[in-house]
């Protein structure tokens, strides 16, 4: 019987990639100061501004995948701003300590006070990656917060890299 399930599950994995999801957490700084923005005022009112935003960070405690350590992330995002609150949508590569990539799409909230960020949260999925991150898919949650030291992101979430299937030889189909 019990040869028969394992049978039974490495049929499945052949079949269907078997790949389980595993979670990641992590902390990013940001300096607000140094992103580069240009802003466009929309004419509807005084505060409504459009803007796109890019910053470059590193993580003070790192997300590891697939024994790779997140060392920076690059983020561009467009912001549409009304008074205090902004909706964003925007995309981050995430270099790790080896070199290799991983791509991020995001979607969120900021609240900013005195013209400078005060919190933001939203929502964010892995878009692909290069190298050990090729196939990978996952999402999560983020949280910032202005810190001593700069804007602190925290990240939650999860990750698969998908198994590439096998391919049938050359010739047959």
Not at 14 to 20: I, K, T
Not at 40 to 64: F, R, T, W
Not at 149 to 172: H, L
Request: proline share 4%.
């Amino acid at each position: 019987m019990k040869n028969l399930i394992l049978l039974l599950l490495l049929f499945a994995c052949g079949v269907v990639p078997c790949s389980a999801q595993t979670k990641i957490s992590a902390i990013g700084r940001c300096d607000p100061n140094a992103a580069t923005q240009q802003l466009a005022e929309v004419g509807d009112g005084a505060d409504h501004l459009l803007a796109v935003i890019k910053n470059s960070c590193a993580y003070v405690k790192p997300m590891v995948m697939e024994g790779l350590r997140s060392k920076t992330y690059t983020f561009t995002t467009f912001s549409d701003s009304l008074g205090t609150k902004s909706t964003q949508i925007g995309y981050a590569v995430v270099e790790m300590d080896n070199g290799d990539k991983a791509f991020v799409r995001f979607q969120g909230i900021s609240i900013m006070k005195n013209d400078q960020p005060e919190s933001d949260e939203g929502t964010w999925s892995y878009t692909g990656g290069t190298g050990k991150l090729q196939g990978l898919t996952g999402k999560g949650t983020y949280k910032g917060a202005p810190g001593v030291d700069g804007y602190a992101e925290q990240i939650e979430g999860n990750y698969k890299i998908a198994v590439p299937k096998a391919s049938a030889p050359k010739g047959k189909k």
